[in-house]
């Protein structure tokens, strides 16, 4: 009997004792600073701001789903990584979506990347001179899939304007206007590539499709 009541005194002590020292350890991984690192147009502070729900989180039990709702509100943002850095600091790695048009669609903008996502638009300097488009997301991507269809060279153009019943017009660089019809353009697309390598291109700045299998050049 006092045998058995030692060895119950015993492990009292030792539970009693195991339970704190079990938190004191889980607690030590606990995130005290975040890291960004590959960002240019997103803000550190603003990726940090975003993420300050994890402070005090326990590395090891981090949940990444939390993360990625939390940081898929910056439009700018592509994908990311998470390193655990033990025993308590998380660097986020973030890659960013990069613009290739500007989408002027009534009084808005946006940027467009090639994936046509709209990237909420920001006064940035090396992206001011991209190609504008003056029309909506879903008539414009329906263009775009379009001309990669075909391999258009998309250098050539700067602005794209759409007009009523969905019909296109294209601006060059070179200040030519090609007039699209609203349906089955590719073949016009193909014959102004074609024209290009022409010796007499330079002299047109018009070339209308717009009349079914007739080409007006001015």
Do not use: C
């Amino acid at each position: 009997m006092k045998k058995r009541l030692v060895i119950a005194l015993i492990l009292l002590i030792l539970f009693s004792t195991y339970i704190p020292q079990k938190l004191f350890l889980i607690n030590k991984f606990n995130i005290e600073k975040i890291e960004v690192e590959n960002n240019s147009i997103l803000k550190d502070d603003e990726i940090k701001e975003a993420l300050a729900f994890l402070y005090h989180t326990n590395l090891f039990f981090l949940n990444t789903s939390n993360i990625e709702k939390k940081l898929k509100k910056k439009t700018f943002l592509e994908s990311f990584e998470i390193k655990k850095i033990y025993p308590n600091i998380l660097k986020v790695k973030i890659f960013e979506k990069k613009p290739i048009f500007i989408l002027q669609h009534n009084e808005e903008k946006f940027y467009i990347n090639k994936n046509i996502d709209l990237i909420n638009y920001l006064d940035l300097e090396e992206y001011k001179k991209l190609p504008i488009i003056f029309g909506d997301k879903k008539n414009f991507e329906i263009l775009y899939k379009n001309l990669k269809k075909i391999d258009f060279p998309f250098y050539l153009i700067k602005n794209y304007y759409l007009f009523d019943l969905n019909r296109w017009d294209l601006e060059t660089y070179e200040k030519k206007i090609i007039k699209l019809p609203p349906e089955n353009y590719n073949k016009s697309l193909k014959n102004f590539m074609i024209l290009r390598e022409k010796n007499n291109f330079d002299k047109y700045k018009l070339f209308d499709y717009r009349i079914s299998n007739q080409l007006i050049l001015k």
